[in-house]
C-alpha cells in the first residue's frame, strides 16, 4: 500500500505565497519522478511542475520564474513553492509519484488526493 498526502494550500491573495508538501509512504522501494499538476473548474489536469530523484527539474511555461519544485529524498517528499500567485492558478493541485513498490517490479504512477488553492484578486 502506498499514500500520496498532501498539505499547504488555501486562499490566497494574488501577488501571494504558498507552498505545498507532499509526503509518500507505504511499502516504497524508490521513487523516480515526483511531480505536480492542477486541474482547473472546466479544464484538464496539467502538469505543473516536475523533478527527477536526481534533482533535474522542467516547468510548465506559465509558472516558470514563479513555482519552485524540490523534494527531500531521504523523507519521500516533494514541495512546490509557489510565489508571485496569480488568479489563474486557481485549481486543485495534485502529488504524482512514479515509483517502485517493495516485492512488486516495475514502475507505477500514484496520485494523492488534491489540495485546493484559490488566488482571490
Known amino acids: 500500500q502506498v499514500q500520496l498526502v498532501e498539505s499547504g494550500g488555501g486562499l490566497v491573495q494574488a501577488g501571494g505565497s504558498a507552498r505545498l508538501s507532499c509526503a509518500a509512504s507505504?511499502?516504497?522501494?524508490?521513487?523516480?519522478?515526483m511531480s505536480w499538476y492542477r486541474q482547473a473548474p472546466g479544464k484538464q489536469r496539467e502538469l505543473v511542475a516536475a523533478?527527477?530523484?536526481?534533482?533535474?527539474?522542467n516547468y510548465a511555461e506559465s509558472v516558470k520564474g514563479r513555482f519552485t519544485i524540490s523534494r527531500d529524498n531521504a523523507k519521500n517528499t516533494v514541495y512546490l513553492q509557489m510565489n508571485s500567485l496569480k488568479p489563474e492558478d486557481t485549481a486543485v493541485y495534485y502529488c504524482?509519484?512514479?515509483?517502485?513498490?517493495?516485492?512488486?517490479?516495475?514502475?507505477?504512477?500514484?496520485w494523492g488526493q488534491g489540495t485546493q488553492v484559490t488566488v482571490s484578486s
Open positions: 504524482n509519484a512514479n515509483l517502485m513498490r517493495t516485492g512488486f517490479p516495475g514502475w507505477y504512477d500514484f
Open positions: 507505504g511499502s516504497i522501494f524508490i521513487i523516480n519522478t
Open positions: 523533478i527527477s530523484r536526481g534533482g533535474s527539474t
